[in-house]
């Protein structure tokens, strides 16, 4: 399994962004898919997840409202769809998959495949 993320970018205070990871390997339904950002002298943390499974969904607080999460199975692709953004979103951020896991929650699961990051810087 190989995740390719792509669509960061340097944008304004109030902008959009879609940020984009493909998934190459067989079996993208069995995998909960999720981006992560992290930024500097900052821990890593998820910012949204989705999973295969009724196609729920996990947002951080501090995205809530802005940021959006969904997933195209028979192009195996998720994607992160970005509004309103603030410098204080500016990050690297990192799509993850992991296996699904029934009745465990999104923010549970161990996210074990990584794709590049990509930057995202928000100035103001």
């Known amino acids: 399994v190989q995740l390719q993320a792509s669509g960061g970018g340097l944008v304004q205070t109030g902008s959009s962004l879609r940020l984009s990871c493909t998934f190459s390997?067989?079996?993208?339904?069995?995998?909960?898919m999720g981006w992560f950002r992290q930024a500097p002298a900052k821990e890593r943390q998820l910012v949204s997840g989705i999973r295969w499974i009724r196609g729920s969904t996990y947002t951080a607080d501090s995205v809530k409202g802005r940021f959006t999460i969904s997933r195209d199975d028979a192009e195996k692709t998720v994607c992160l769809h970005m509004n309103s953004l603030s410098p204080e979103d500016t990050a690297v951020y990192y799509c993850?998959?992991?296996?699904?896991?029934?009745?465990?929650?999104?923010?549970?699961?161990?996210?074990?495949?990584w794709g590049q990051g990509t930057q995202v810087t928000v100035s103001s």
């Open positions: 390997g067989r079996t993208f339904s069995t995998y909960v």
């Open positions: 993850a998959a992991a296996k699904e896991r029934n009745g465990v929650a999104i923010r549970s699961h161990n996210f074990d495949v």
